[in-house]
């Protein structure tokens, strides 16, 4: 994987950081990873520019926003050629309600995340999105009951 960037002690510290809080200013930044703030702000203009920083969010509460239903959704497609899984998935992450979106194997072709209001909006986006197309084969939907844990943190030392 020769796309992989090399990263050093001072790099992964600052990506810690901003895993927790994205919203340090660089000043706070640099404090707490023990670096100059013009060093830490090359730093991270160079995560971002060379794509190890994707983009810098913040994290809502589905619940406290009206959006109280997970979905979790298998989608088996009924002729899987790469054009048409190109297809289900261009048409796919336009949805909205579309958290997430992975092409599988083996299996289903695709698992996909959802947050929608209710049963009656999911309702909507199944057949918007899954039983109105004529490649779906089949649609597997489980719900969360509960939440135990959600990170969007990645592992950077073992």
Known sequence: MDNILALDDLDLRILEQLQANSAL?????????????????RRVRRLTET???????????????????????????????AEQLDAFEAGIVTEAAILQCYRVTPGPDFILVAQVADMPAYHALAHRAFTSKANVRNVRSFFSVHRAKFETRIPLSD
């Open 51 to 81: 794509g190890v920083i994707e983009k810098q969010v913040a994290i809502l509460s589905p619940e406290k926003l009206g959006s109280r239903l997970t979905a979790i959704i298998e989608i088996t497609l009924d002729v899987q050629t």
């Open 25 to 41: 200013t660089n000043q706070d930044l640099a404090e707490r990873v023990h670096a100059s703030a013009p060093t830490c702000l």
